[in-house]
């Protein structure tokens, strides 16, 4: 009897122990979630060495390169032959020959030479520059704010002031403003390089949303320090994922002043004198 009493307590003993170990060994891997492999600055672009501290953000980051067949659509790989112009050897399929009568509709629009499915992030600046509708139409720099990691270069262009960097890229034509940048959208363009927490870092949203907030009656709305977590989880993907229109100047700005609802943006063209 007393030898199984001293084994059972000795049993639960190791068992507290172990316990306790495993608490302590969390906790200190809660300390500090990740190792930091390098040290991050708000200058870094490349995700590459964002991806030292972060290996399997990094692996999902990379994946946007799969284009396989899945059942809910999307894109799929069509073998190209490159060319001189157009290095590109998969593209994804082509809009127009799917629905030949685009080609009518958009006729005279540079939407009639090409228009695919939308594909991974990955390809973005590469699409965006080789896509035929730069063939046929001198397109703006301010293409470069959705399909490239633009962050970096606003604060080069505009010496440490985001908003003039992006008046800056405005001003460019489109292949002014491609060498000003080198990488899809990367880990900078909606993570805060020393505490990883989101941010929006697209001053054409940030103004939008301050307008939109205003004609609801908020005033001076800074969506980085305003929004819920929950918001800046969807903020940070409507930088690029909007409707958006390009004003007089060729800027790309964001329709809201009056609300966000079709109405209220045709009202606001109106004002403005926007046509497309
Ligand atoms: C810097 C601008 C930008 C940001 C920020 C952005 N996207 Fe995109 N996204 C794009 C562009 C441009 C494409 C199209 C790329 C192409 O077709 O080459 C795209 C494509 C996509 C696709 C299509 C993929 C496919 O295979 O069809 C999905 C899904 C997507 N984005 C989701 C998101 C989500 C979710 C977020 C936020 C976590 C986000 N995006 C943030 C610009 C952006
Ligand atoms: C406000 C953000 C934004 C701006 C500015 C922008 N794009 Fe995009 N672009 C996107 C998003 C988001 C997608 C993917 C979803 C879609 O196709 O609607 C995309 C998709 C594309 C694609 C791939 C699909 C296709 O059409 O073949 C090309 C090419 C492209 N854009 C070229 C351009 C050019 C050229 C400009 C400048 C006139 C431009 N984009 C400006 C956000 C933007
Ligand atoms: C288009 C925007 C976008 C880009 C680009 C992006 N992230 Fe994130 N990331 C998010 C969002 C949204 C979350 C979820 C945040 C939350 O839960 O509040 C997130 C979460 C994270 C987290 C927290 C842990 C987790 O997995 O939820 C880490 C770490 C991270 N990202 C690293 C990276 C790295 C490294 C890169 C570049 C290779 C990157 N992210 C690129 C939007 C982005």
């Known amino acids: 009897m007393f030898f199984l009493a001293l084994?059972?307590?000795l049993l639960v003993g190791i068992g507290a122990t172990a316990?306790?170990?495993?608490i302590f060994e969390r906790k200190q891997e809660a300390r500090t979630p990740f190792y930091r492999v390098v040290e991050l600055t708000d200058e870094i672009d490349d995700p590459a060495i964002w991806g030292k501290n972060f290996p399997m953000q990094y692996d999902g980051y990379k994946k946007t390169v799969d284009?396989?067949?899945t059942r809910y659509g999307g894109s799929e790989a069509v073998p190209r032959t490159p060319s001189a112009v157009d290095p590109r050897s998969v593209v994804a399929q082509s809009k127009l020959e799917e629905d030949?009568?685009?080609v009518t509709i958009w006729n005279g629009y540079a939407f009639s030479k090409e228009f695919n499915e939308e594909r991974g992030h990955a390809y973005m600046l590469d699409d965006q520059t080789f896509t035929k509708r730069q063939e046929v139409v001198k397109q703006p720099g301010?293409?470069?704010h959705c399909h490239a990691s633009a962050y970096t270069a606003y604060k080069r262009l505009g010496n440490g002031d985001i908003v003039k960097g992006f008046e800056a890229l405005n001003q460019m034509g489109y292949f002014e403003a491609r060498k000003e940048v080198t990488h899809p959208v990367a880990c900078i363009d909606c993570h805060d390089s020393s505490t990883m927490a989101l941010r929006v870092t697209r001053p054409a949203f940030m103004e939008g949303m301050r307008a939109l907030k205003e004609s609801e009656g908020v005033v001076n709305y800074d969506v980085n320090t305003m929004a819920t977590r929950q918001e800046m989880r969807s903020f940070v993907c409507g930088?690029?994922?909007?409707?958006?229109?390009q004003g007089a100047g060729e800027e790309a700005r964001v329709p809201w002043p009056k609300g966000l609802k079709v109405d209220n943006i045709l009202a606001y063209y109106d004002e403005v004198q926007h046509k497309d």
């Open 67 to 69: 284009q396989s067949r």
């Open 239 to 245: 930088q690029c994922h909007v409707e958006y229109y």
């Open 142 to 144: 301010t293409c470069i």
């Open 100 to 102: 030949p009568r685009l």
């Open 19 to 22: 316990l306790l170990i495993n």
């Open 7 to 9: 084994g059972a307590a």
